[in-house]
């Protein structure tokens, strides 16, 4: 099945390029394309077609391969006719190009042969510990609870009294999980994670136009009601805005600093040891350093 397909792509693609004349002494019986002097033969298009495509889809993946190298071979063209005043401006912009990309898989080498990523603990928290300043927190987070019931419950007293007791013990804690459940009532636990106040409010019926900043002061058990529900809510942290942001809040974008740092140094590191072992062997000069030296 692959040969038809192979044949038939063939056959296809070569009546893609036989509606205009070639010079013979540039056209072979591989040839698919021709822009000027540039070929592109059918070996090179069988070599592009991912594997997984098969009949029909690998036809259509030949003819947009080659209709994708006309016009790159015929832009290529158009450009060094616009700009031919600049070609030596653009193959400096080659070479600077090739000269960053060799530069670059040099610098990954070393990183991927003397890197490591584990990070302890200790290193985050030192870090953390020494560079507080850089953590100034931008809105205010907050750990917590909600819990959104029927308003017509008899027995929200002894629900709110559960909910406090349930921070307590875990006996106490499955008790009240229970009654949740029994009735259908919604508890959104986020006392495992800060999240921004804002985010809690989005929780309860509130309002825009409200300053809700004097909730954060009580640690107790809350309440607001609206459209025949009721809402209880706790507060277990607070950290407000302007103060510096938890550890546990940046310890991910600590060990980002912390690896990036690891690269840098082995960056720098080997970029010393060459320069000195060049200069060391005679192999490299800075005649500058010689003429300020005198």
Not at 217 to 226: V, Y
Not at 255 to 275: A, F, M
């Amino acid at each position: 099945m692959r040969r038809i397909v192979n044949i038939s792509l063939f056959v296809l693609l070569a009546t893609m390029v036989s509606c205009r004349e070639l010079p013979d002494y540039l056209v072979s019986s591989n040839t698919l394309a021709r822009v000027g002097r540039n070929q592109l033969t059918a070996t090179e298009v069988k070599q592009a077609i991912p594997s997984n495509l098969k009949g029909e889809d690998s036809v259509a993946f030949a003819k947009h391969y080659i209709d994708k190298w006309l016009v790159r071979q015929l832009k290529i063209e158009e450009a060094d006719e616009l700009f031919s005043n600049s070609v030596n401006d653009i193959e400096k912009m080659v070479e600077d190009y090739r000269q960053t990309l060799l530069t670059s898989k040099v610098d990954q080498h070393y990183v991927d042969k003397l890197m490591s990523n584990e990070l302890t603990d200790e290193d985050i928290a030192n870090y953390y510990n020494t560079h507080k300043s850089d953590f100034t927190l931008d809105r205010t987070l907050v750990k917590g609870r909600i819990l959104r019931f029927d308003g017509s419950y008899r027995q929200s007293k002894r629900l709110k009294e559960q909910m406090r007791k349930a921070a307590a013990s875990p006996t106490d804690a499955k008790t009240f999980s229970d009654v949740c459940e029994k009735n259908g009532f919604v508890l959104t636990d986020y006392r495992s994670e800060w999240i921004s106040f804002s985010d809690f409010l989005a929780n309860l019926p509130t309002t825009l136009a409200q300053d809700y900043d004097p909730l954060l002061d009580k640690m107790d058990i809350q309440e607001m009601e609206a459209n025949d529900i009721r809402y209880y809510f706790d507060f277990t942290s607070v950290c407000r805005k302007g103060n510096v942001a938890p550890l546990e809040v940046v310890k991910e974008n600590i060990r980002r600093i912390l690896l990036t740092q690891r690269r840098s140094e082995i960056i720098k590191t080997h970029e010393e040891q060459i320069v000195k072992q060049a200069k060391d062997e005679g192999h490299a000069r800075i005649y500058l350093e010689e003429k300020t030296n005198e």
